[in-house]
T-cell receptor, first 115, second 114 residues
Framework: GAVVSQHPSWVICKSGTSVKIECRSLDFQATTMFWYRQFPKQSLMLMATSNEGSKATYEQGVEKDKFLINHASLTLSTLTVTSAHPEDSSFYIC???????????FGPGTRLTVL | AQSVAQPEDQVNVAEGNPLTVKCTYSVSGNPYLFWYVQYPNRGLQFLLKYITGDNLVKGSYGFEAEFNKSQTSFHLKKPSALVSDSALYFCAVRESGGSYIPTFGRGTSLIVHP
């Protein structure tokens, strides 16, 4: 089946620094990738949808200047958390969509802890 | 607008017993329905989907779900639960012909007791 990887799987950073998370579709091309945030024991919160070569579409309430998303190729999307603060600590999950089979494939997630 | 509800935060079942995780949905047109499972500190894994065709859909790990249009439900079932089935389960829906972005339920924690 289709595989989506995320790197890093976990990261600890100091407040005020920026962190980049990579999401790759390993064996398929994804025209659309999604970024989610998940708090403990809670559902997924869609942050943004990104299409290759175009600007990401952010959900209401998500700061686009804080959560920078780049979808430079059909196999890579990145999420950069800029000037991270402790409240940004969360589990971030990306997914990639294959339209023809109507399925989303999820990455393993990245645990971000901001000290 | 599309929405999905998972009315139970947690479901407890004894190993070997049948399990059901409930999901109801609301869409304007025809639904595409999905179930995913999430193990601790992991991403979501696809279990099964309903797009069209038979109302009973069989998926991974022995799970199945039945699409019931009149009750707008898509409950996840398994005849005999395993301790290893303990995880967080998400139902998702999107409207056929509508936005390609699915809406996820809040998740149901399944705990299978030995």
């Amino acid at each position: 089946g289709a595989v989506v990887s995320q790197h890093p799987s976990w990261v600890i950073c100091k407040s005020g620094t920026s962190v980049k998370i990579e999401c790759r579709s390993l064996d398929f091309q994804a025209t659309t990738m999604f970024w989610y945030r998940q708090f403990p024991k809670q559902s997924l919160m869609l942050m943004a949808t990104s299409n290759e070569g175009s600007k990401a579409t952010y959900e209401q309430g998500v700061e686009k200047d804080k959560f920078l998303i780049n979808h430079a190729s059909l196999t890579l999307s990145t999420l950069t958390v800029t000037s991270a603060h402790p409240e940004d600590s969360s589990f971030y999950i990306c997914s990639a969509r294959i339209a023809v089979v109507e399925e989303q494939f999820f990455g393993p997630g990245t645990r971000l802890t901001v000290l | 607008a599309q929405s999905v509800a998972q009315p139970e935060d947690q479901v407890n079942v004894a190993e070997g017993n049948p399990l059901t995780v409930k999901c109801t949905y609301s869409v304007s047109g025809n639904p595409y329905l999905f179930w995913y499972v999430q193990y601790p500190n992991r991403g979501l894994q696809f279990l099964l989907k309903y797009i069209t065709g038979d109302n009973l859909v069989k998926g991974s790990y022995g799970f199945e779900a039945e699409f019931n249009k009149s009750q707008t439900s898509f409950h996840l079932k398994k005849p005999s639960a395993l301790v290893s089935d303990s995880a967080l389960y998400f139902c998702a829906v999107r409207e056929s012909g509508g936005s390609y972005i699915p809406t996820f339920g809040r998740g149901t924690s399944l705990i299978v007791h030995p």
